[in-house]
């Protein structure tokens, strides 16, 4: 059974902190790897990928990827209350057209002031 | 840039009724649709997706449709809805040539 399994949370840091959020995968065939946001009510919106081991930065978040271990984690530095929402990782089913992906069930983050 | 519309945003319908979502993309040509479900307190469950216009794949047997009949247009149906169709119904696309899916706003489904 393919699947992506994140912490459901919730995740509660304090405002500036460092967030981390993590997710395994069980197909060691994936390629490519997504953190999205979702505010409640929302729909999510893409905030990184990943597709090379090692670490991806843009901002304040920091993607990291290790196929060996399938982990992928995603980073927030310096984390403030608009941060809070739950976060949904995604890992491709396919390579090739379909580009089908198969998310997680997301953590759900709360940064308090 | 591409924008992804869904109509309606909001609905509310009695089991048994028929349903009809519709998803319109701009800004792109031939592009991946997709159609999600996201029950309240559940992951995102896909439910269709096509590469072109007339070719559907479902992802999983219900007793929901899809059809494109344009390039840009995805729609999703049902003859009856059951209590269990209630959800958040997102429409995503992903361009030809890449492989990352955005997201349309959505319709949230209230079937009583």
């Known amino acids: 059974q393919k699947e992506v399994e994140q912490n459901s949370g919730p995740l509660s840091v304090p405002e500036g902190a460092i967030a981390s959020l993590n997710c395994t995968y069980s197909d060691r065939g994936s390629q490519s790897f997504f953190w999205y946001r979702q505010y409640s009510g929302k729909s999510p919106e893409l905030i990184m990928s990943?597709?090379?081991?090692g670490d991806k930065e843009d901002g304040r978040f920091t993607a990291q990827l290790n196929k060996a271990s399938q982990y992928v984690s995603l980073l927030i530095r310096d984390s403030q209350p608009s941060d809070s929402a739950t976060y949904l990782c995604?890992?491709?089913?396919?390579?090739?057209?379909?580009?089908?992906?198969?998310f997680g069930k997301g953590t759900k983050l709360s940064v308090k002031p | 840039s591409q924008t992804i519309h869904q109509w309606p945003a909001t609905l509310v319908q009695p089991v048994g009724s028929p349903l009809s979502l519709e998803c319109t993309v701009e800004?792109?040509?031939?592009?991946?649709l997709y159609w999600y479900r996201q029950a309240a307190g559940r992951g995102l469950q896909l439910l269709f997706y096509s590469v072109g216009i007339g070719q559907i794949s479902s992802e999983v047997p219900q007793n929901l449709s899809a059809s494109r009949p344009q390039d840009r247009q995805f729609i999703l149906s049902s003859k009856k809805l059951l209590l269990s169709d209630s959800g958040f119904y997102l429409c995503a696309l992903r361009w030809a040539a890449g492989d990352t899916q955005y997201f349309g706003p959505g319709t949230r489904l209230t079937v009583l």
């Open positions: 990943i597709y090379s081991n």
């Open positions: 995604a890992v491709n089913r396919y390579g090739g057209s379909q580009g089908n992906l198969i």
């Open positions: 800004g792109t040509s031939n592009p991946n």
